[in-house]
């Protein structure tokens, strides 16, 4: 079956450590995208990649990087720079960045900082 | 840059009947295109309903269906005869074209939870 794995579904961090989610599609889209979610809030664009190595900042970018080395694969890395990130993240992916492009999305990685 | 908003943070609805959730959006792109998401507990996001900025009639999904006012720059989706399953939080978002200066980004609103009671 096609569709986008995250993992972990829960990942816990201490103070100060990089962290790195996965995301992984076989559905063979061009455009991923990160997001990040907090209770009761919209997603807020982290980054997103219209295509191998190429990626783009979102809104609220500061403390992530991520790389896009191929095609299926869209990592996040979450840095000790980054000031509150427990939070829900989602990745998501399209065949490419056209108007009528849906996203589809993975189950979530709930990231808490210990 | 683009910017969606939905107004309404919670929805209460009676079982059968049918709710209005609100969007409106900015952009000065002629060319985009409207999404709305369903977002149950379990924290998935399931495509519902999609409506291009130069479709002429409102699109329609089932019991889904989109008021598209682009004059007043709103994407309000309808949901009819409501079920206790149509309890979730709902999100619209917004694609520019390949001319906007935010092409490639999907942008999401704050969202609104809406619960459908008995």
């Known amino acids: 079956d096609g569709g986008i794995t995250q993992s972990p579904k829960y990942l816990f961090r201490k103070e100060g450590q990089n962290v790195t989610l996965s995301c992984e599609q076989n559905?063979?889209?061009?455009?991923m995208y990160w997001y990040r979610q907090d209770p009761g809030q919209g997603l807020r664009l982290i980054y997103y990649?219209?295509?191998?190595?190429?990626?783009q900042k979102g809104d609220i970018a500061e403390g992530y990087s991520v790389s896009r080395e191929k095609k299926e694969s869209f990592p996040l890395t979450v840095t000790s720079a980054q000031k509150n990130p427990t939070a829900f993240y989602l990745c998501?992916?399209?065949?490419?960045?056209?108007?009528?492009?849906?996203?589809?999305f993975g189950q979530g990685t709930r990231l808490t900082v210990v | 840059a683009q910017k969606i908003t939905q107004t309404q943070p919670g929805m209460f609805v009676q079982e059968k009947e049918a709710v209005t959730l609100d969007c409106t959006y900015d952009?000065?792109?002629?060319?985009?295109?409207l999404f709305w998401y369903k977002q149950p507990s379990s924290g998935e996001m399931i495509f519902l309903i999609y409506?291009?900025?130069?479709?002429?009639q409102n699109a329609t999904e089932g019991r889904y269906s989109l008021n598209f006012q682009k004059a007043r720059k709103s994407a309000n989706l309808v949901i009819s005869a409501s079920q206790l399953g149509d309890s979730a939080m709902y999100f619209c978002?917004?694609?520019?074209?390949?001319?906007?200066?935010?092409?490639?980004?999907?942008?999401f609103g704050q969202g609104t939870i809406l619960t459908v009671h008995p």
């Open positions: 978002a917004m694609r520019e074209g390949a001319g906007g200066t935010s092409y490639g980004k999907l942008t």
């Open positions: 952009t000065s792109d002629q060319s985009y295109g």
């Open positions: 998501a992916s399209s065949i490419g960045a056209g108007l009528g492009t849906e996203a589809f």
């Open positions: 409506q291009g900025s130069y479709d002429e």
């Open positions: 990649s219209q295509i191998v190595n190429d990626f």
């Open positions: 559905l063979n889209h061009d455009a």
